[in-house]
């Protein structure tokens, strides 16, 4: 199957999917990177690892339904079946949630419903719970709100702070994601 990344910022789960294609454990092509800004770490580990990259100032257009139109064409163009967003901070609209139903999914550093939003592991520690944890879900128009497809716990300790426990949570997205990654490609029934 054909994957496009989308990603915002260092791409340390983009790097987790594309090393587990090369060693064979992901059986998929990370066709394309998709990325909204200029500059950001996950590019240059896409020029590293010789992917498309198409990267875009959302500031440059008019409307979220352009640059979608834009990365729509990017899609069809690698015949793109799936989009993994990772890291990717902005919502997904219309153009790309219809043409992509249920081929979307997402992974949120939180027990999802809980902690929705930009700020997931702060407002863990800030509300003292003891279990956290991963969401992988299907995107849907709202923030971190569709259905959940794979949950894992993470540990909170007294000695954890937004640092610590952001690594603990990474070190469980970079195999967790790229495995469900794997479950939910096995089912999928490529596009005609
Ligand atoms: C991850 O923690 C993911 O859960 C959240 O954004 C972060 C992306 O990190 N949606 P990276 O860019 O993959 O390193």
Redesign the pocket.
């Known amino acids: 199957k054909r994957i496009a990344v989308f990603?915002?910022?260092?791409?340390?789960?983009?790097?987790?999917i594309v090393d587990h294609v090369k060693s064979g454990k992901l059986k998929a092509n990370v066709m394309l990177l998709v990325c909204d800004k200029p500059g950001?770490?996950?590019v240059e580990r896409a020029e590293k690892e010789q992917i498309p990259a198409f990267v875009f100032d959302p500031k440059q257009y008019e409307s979220k339904e352009q640059f979608e139109e834009d990365i729509l064409q990017q899609l069809r163009h690698y015949q793109v079946d799936f989009i993994v967003?990772?890291?990717?901070?902005r919502l997904i609209g219309h153009t790309l949630l219809h043409a992509f139903a249920g081929r979307i999914v997402?992974?949120?550093?939180s027990l999802l419903p809980a902690f929705p939003g930009k700020h997931?592991?702060e407002q863990a520690l800030r509300a003292g719970v003891k279990i956290t944890g991963?969401t992988i879900h299907y995107v849907d128009e709202g923030m971190d709100t569709g259905p959940i497809i794979a949950q894992r716990a993470v540990e909170i300790s007294e000695d954890d702070d937004a640092n610590t426990l952001?690594e603990k949570?990474?070190k469980i997205?970079?195999s967790f994601?790229p495995e469900t990654i794997g479950k939910i490609l096995e089912k999928l029934e490529v596009k005609a």
Do not use: D
């Open positions: 990603a915002s910022g260092s791409g340390s789960n983009f790097q987790a950001a770490k996950v967003l990772a890291g990717y901070m997402n992974i949120h550093p997931a592991i991963v952001a949570i990474h997205e970079h994601y």
